[in-house]
């Protein structure tokens, strides 16, 4: 019956493994759609038994019974006391009631060995509760409760009064329950309209952020919806119209939560991990390590659980490496080879391969089944090892080089017999090289310091040694460079090496020797203070503006009485002159003008004592009119006298001339 | 006149006295008024700007207003002078004293408004 079902699977699914044949890391970016999703959330052990426990309750009402005794069968569980179970179900169901019934025959049925006896009436109440008249939500329970009674049931008038009662209800838990009242329904029935409607309520699915995809109903719609899905499926036989990449974005929405507020919420989450445990067409594999991900010449062994979304382990599956690449130099170090099983964990030895020390690429396949989906995985290995020094070399090294360089040899982990020292005229050098104990390969760990501690100041100073291109390890301490660092502080330093990363199992911190520095003494060292960098730091004052320097007061007086003195020049020479007002003659506009000239100055005094421009011009402008007028009128008289006067004049002149 | 000690020296002094004789024989007496006035501003303004090099010019707008009041006087008083001396009269068709003096007293106010703004 599955063959031409498991060749159109074969096909799928070898578009699937091609398109998903990527390397990406697991922790997810969803980079573009040709490339498969990995789960990012599950239940893991833990949670399932979170989940049971949650549904394992004391019942109040039938409904809740409902859900913790169909819940927990999904999950693979019964409820711990069956028989009490069962009663309560006898006792407490509702017969006028179509929901009470629905949850009574739908308990009962997964109770072993629990039979609801009924009535006529209540056949007859729930027969005719399969109308057009009834909601969905009621057909659904009837049709379900008929069902779980084992009464008949015509499923083609269900299913014309379930399709045309949908077109009026067109929200997504309606269309939800439809599907699960499709699944109760004879198969002869044609179900291919109720079908259709999977793949409209997947194109209403949210995509949040591509990992996760959920209605916008909430947690508790999403996953009836993939329980509904997959019950309808396998009825009718037919593959639901879902991509595997939303599958696994439906997966890791519905298990991202895991504590639950209520039990309808509880029992939704279980079906919809029953229904991805067990279906016919899709069967999401978890790959997860089992401890950290690391290797080493301890533990050569890596180990997977491969398990489905319960975290039910998939013993019967086939898992392979396809390739393990290094992650630095992307050289493939080993391909094509099978894990082993042993008691639910698939184990490989992977330093069967004599890795490098480092991190590595895995692509893992799962296959075995062809249901199984996200079953490529990525996953990053690390690889330990132990380091060893060898090569450890200390000399003092003229700076003239006149001198050859004395160089002892330590081995670790002893300390250097005899101190070295550091001077203006010789420099200390420290050489040394890296090695893998296993491989005997060089290597260059991430952290290679030189620590020089003073004992007595407590100072600290940290460098870095570098490798040269033979990859031996050299620092060198020159005093004249190094002043700065060390404050200038002479004394009696001890060297530590610290050589750490990442894949080094034994990271090491050794006291190699005693080295004494003395800087040349030029100036007195100021008192080592221990580099604080965090106490608070001397208070900034601030600086007001300085006012300017300005003179004495009693030169600026001096000065004030001394600019007086040109006007007191000024009336002595007047006066000697004889200039004199003589000529003033008291009319109207000469007095006027003389009162407004002298207004307009007495405005200019003002206007610098008090005001400011605007008023100032308003003033000017009425008394500069009316001394402009009075002056106008004062100079044109002045004007006709003296061309009287000197018409007069010249015709005096003209007479005596004559 | 003139002595036999200091001849280049007696040579400018006698210059100078026949200058101030002449001055002040020729010039009217309303332009020795004038020129009075002249000498007034400019010892003011020399007197000013003695007292800014020794102390400073700390109140720069102050020093400024004062300094250019007093030249603006100075070149006010200048152009009157030239426009009411009679010798000049042919230059100055259209422009009778009074007309000059009215002048000279708009232009001063103006400039005194300007000079009392920037004083500070």
């Keep these: ?53 949650s549904l394992d309750r004391p019942f109040n009402d039938i409904e809740a019974a409902f859900y913790s005794i169909v819940g927990l069968s999904k999950l693979g569980v019964q409820v711990s006391d069956e028989q009490a179970a069962c009663n309560f179900i006898k006792s ?47 057909i659904f329970h009837a049709v379900g409760a008929l069902s779980g009674f084992g009464l008949p049931l015509a499923s083609q008038e269900a299913l014309s009064a379930l399709t045309s009662r949908l077109s009026k209800e067109e929200n997504v838990l309606a269309t939800i329950q439809a599907l699960q009242t499709a699944s109760y329904l004879s198969q002869q029935a044609d179900l291919s309209g109720i079908v259709e409607e999977i793949e409209d309520l997947v194109a209403r699915l949210d995509d949040l952020g591509g990992v996760y995809l959920q209605f916008e109903e909430g947690l508790e719609t999403t996953a009836l919806f993939v329980a509904a899905t997959y019950s309808l499926s396998d009825h009718v036989g037919t593959e639901p119209a879902m991509k595997e990449d939303q599958i696994i974005q439906l997966m890791n929405a519905i298990f991202s939560k895991k504590n639950f507020e209520t039990l309808s919420e509880a029992f939704s989450v279980a ?11 899709h069967l999401p594999v978890i790959v997860v390590p089992d401890g950290p991900a690391a290797v080493s010449h301890h ?28 992650a630095s130099t992307k050289a493939s170090v080993l391909h094509q080879m099978p894990f082993a099983v042993s008691e639910d964990i698939f184990e490989l030895n992977f330093m069967n391969a004599k890795p490098a020390s480092g991190y590595y690429d895995f692509s893992i396949s799962v296959d075995g089944d062809s249901r199984l ?38 081995a670790y982990p002893a300390k250097a017999k005899g101190s070295f020292t550091a001077d203006s005229h010789q420099n200390f050098a420290l050489s040394f090289q890296l090695v893998d104990v296993n491989s005997g390969a060089e290597l260059i760990p991430h952290q290679t310091f030189v620590r020089l501690h003073n004992p007595k100041t407590g100072q600290e100073v940290v460098f870095v040694a570098e490798p040269d291109s033979k990859n031996v390890y050299k620092f060198e301490l020159d005093t004249a460079e190094r002043k700065t660092e060390f404050d200038s502080a002479s004394g009696t330093y001890t060297l530590y090496l610290i050589i750490g990363d990442a894949t080094l199992e034994n990271p090491i911190l050794w006291n190699v020797a005693d080295v004494v520095i003395k800087f040349p003494e030029e100036e007195a060292p100021s008192t080592v203070q221990s580099k604080k960098l965090f106490i608070p730091k001397p208070e900034i004052q601030h600086l007001f503006r300085e006012p300017e320097k300005r003179p004495p007061t009693v030169v600026s007086n001096t000065f004030t009485a001394l600019i007086l003195s040109p006007l007191f020049l000024l009336f002595i020479l007047w006066i000697k002159i004889g200039a004199n007002i003589s000529n003033f003659s008291f009319a109207p506009s000469t007095i006027i003008f003389h009162l407004g000239h002298a207004a307009m100055l007495g405005l200019m005094y003002v206007y610098w004592t008090q005001l400011n421009m605007f008023q100032t011009l308003k003033y000017l402008a009425i008394l500069g009119s009316v001394t402009f007028l009075a002056g106008n009128r004062m100079l044109a008289q002045k004007a006709v006298k003296r061309i009287a006067a000197e018409q007069s004049s010249r015709l005096a002149k003209y007479r005596t001339l004559r | 006149m003139s002595g036999a000690a200091g001849s280049g020296g007696g040579s400018v002094g006698s210059v100078v006295r026949r200058f101030l004789a002449e001055y002040s024989s020729g010039t009217a007496s309303r332009l020795k008024v004038l020129d009075a006035y002249l000498l007034y501003v400019l010892l003011s303004g020399a007197l000013q700007f003695g007292y800014c090099l020794g102390v400073g010019t700390f109140p720069f707008n102050s020093f400024l207003s004062g300094f250019i009041s007093a030249v603006g006087s100075f070149i006010l008083g200048v152009c009157l002078r030239i426009q009411i001396n009679p010798q000049n009269k042919g230059d100055f068709q259209g422009i009778s004293p009074e007309r000059a003096f009215a002048d000279f007293l708009f232009a001063s106010t103006i400039l005194h408004l300007v000079v009392i703004n920037f004083v500070g």
């Design chain 1, 1 to 53: 019956m599955t063959s031409v079902y498991e060749t159109k699977y074969t096909l799928f699914n070898g578009i699937f493994l091609f398109s998903g044949s990527h390397t990406f890391i697991l922790a997810l970016t969803f980079v573009a759609s040709i490339q498969a999703l990995t789960p990012t959330h599950y239940l893991t052990r833990r949670d399932v038994e979170r989940l049971k426990a």
């Design chain 1, 92 to 138: 407490n169901v509702d017969p006028s009631s179509v929901d009470s019934l629905f949850y009574a025959a739908q308990a009962s049925q997964a109770l072993p060995g629990c039979e609801v006896v009924i009535s006529n009436e209540t056949g007859e109440l729930l027969l005719a509760a399969v109308s057009e008249d009834s909601s969905v939500n009621q």
């Design chain 1, 271 to 281: 079906c919809a991990a029953g229904s991805l445990s067990q279906n016919r067409y």
């Design chain 1, 299 to 326: 533990q050569p062994i890596l180990r997977l659980q491969v398990t489905n979304v319960m975290s039910q382990p998939l013993t019967q599956a086939a898992v392979k490496l396809d390739h393990a690449k290094s």
């Design chain 1, 373 to 410: 989906i996200a079953n490529k995985v990525e996953l990053k290995v690390k690889v330990s090892t132990e380091v060893g020094i060898t090569n450890v070399d200390l000399s003092t090294v003229d700076k003239d080089q006149s001198i050859a360089p004395k160089t002892t040899r330590v």
